[in-house]
Nanobody, 113 residues
Framework: VQLQAFGGGLVQPGGSLRLSCAAS????????WSWYRQAPGKQRELVAS??????ANYGDSVKGRFTMSRDNAKKVYLQMSSLKPEDRAVYYC?????????WGQGTQVTVSS
């Protein structure tokens, strides 16, 4: 499974961005999709995750501001609203399939005026 994340960029505080993550390659199904982020000097943290059924779960710092969704079996989104400077980080998508985990390359999100 190859994952490609895109949609990052520079946005002002209070603004919005939508990240996308697309999977390619040969795989049966992706059981769990996740978004993580890593800010400079900090550990990577879980932002949101979603399984094959049910709704997404969110980290406390993004609840009410971020929404994760699945488009189909090969693509997920992370809609980020009311962005804050502390949301600045490299955002990574991760997929779990057949007991294996796969990471995308990361996309930079910068929140600054």
């Amino acid at each position: 499974v190859q994952l490609q994340a895109f949609g990052g960029g520079l946005v002002q505080p209070g603004g919005s961005l939508r990240l996308s993550c697309a999977a390619s390659g040969r795989f049966v199904s992706i059981n769990v999709w996740s978004w993580y982020r890593q800010a400079p000097g900090k550990q990577r943290e879980l932002v949101a995750s979603i399984g094959s059924i049910g709704s997404a779960n969110y980290g406390d710092s993004v609840k009410g501001r971020f929404t994760m969704s699945r488009d189909n079996a090969k693509k997920v989104y992370l809609q980020m609203s009311s962005l804050k400077p502390e949301d600045r980080a490299v955002y990574y998508c991760k997929a779990r399939s057949a007991g294996n985990q796969y990471w995308g390359q990361g996309t930079q999100v910068t929140v600054s005026s």
